[in-house]
């Protein structure tokens, strides 16, 4: 099974869907969406959705064209250090239809050979305190997971451990995704990451598990296209309350 969920982009859907069909794999329509919740940006998987919603598609919009301010000041940002060319050589990365984002930037650092791979990229050019350092306010959590189930889609709290909070906020978090309409938290990060933290407390507030490689690029991050946590059986999965839907259908 695969899903398709670039960040608040759902152009790439209709090609990973034949791509899949040809292939003999299920595949999953949906997006990642950018919100700033506290302060913090997280991010909301939206999974099964309707990608020609209207109200979806336009959020998405406003979206990417605030990455698209965003990329402009990064860019010249970077200049301003001494690193110049910055936003043609992203937007070469990315794609004639697609917004830069920073994982563009860090590509092209790395590719400049500013950085010897994007993790350091991001520690000296683009994290907090770095000269390429943008802050930057997203949708709120609310309006993210209104999209996403107006769209017909479940709403996932994308990887939760990335966000290093503490045990208080993390609840938060948590409790107000949940009041929100947030159905589910995804474990990431590869075939080596410890789930059990996680899906404790995802059984503590009544969240389904989702899994994911959270695979952007070849050579980009540490996990491979298909790879994810164990989870052990018996946990409440997305995909088996997919599965129970459609054998009740």
Known sequence: MLALTDHDEVGGLPEAEAAAREAGIGFVPGVEVSVTWAGLTVHVVGLGIDAGNAVLTEGLTGIRMSRGVRAALIAQQLGAAGIPDCLAGVFRLAGDAAVPGRGHFARFLVEQRHAPDTKAAFKKYLGPGTPGYVAHRWVSLG????????????????????????????????????????????????????PLPLIR???HFGFSLSAGSDFHAWAQGTADLGDIPHIADGARTLWRDWEAFQAAA
């Open 201 to 203: 407390l995802a059984r």
């Open 143 to 194: 309006d993210a997971i209104g999209w996403i189930r107006g769209a017909g889609g479940q709403a996932v709290l994308a990887h939760p451990d990335r966000y290093h909070l503490a045990p208080l906020r993390m609840n938060a978090l948590l409790d107000e995704f949940r009041q929100r309409g947030g159905e589910a938290v995804e474990i990431s990060g590869g075939i080596r990451a410890n």
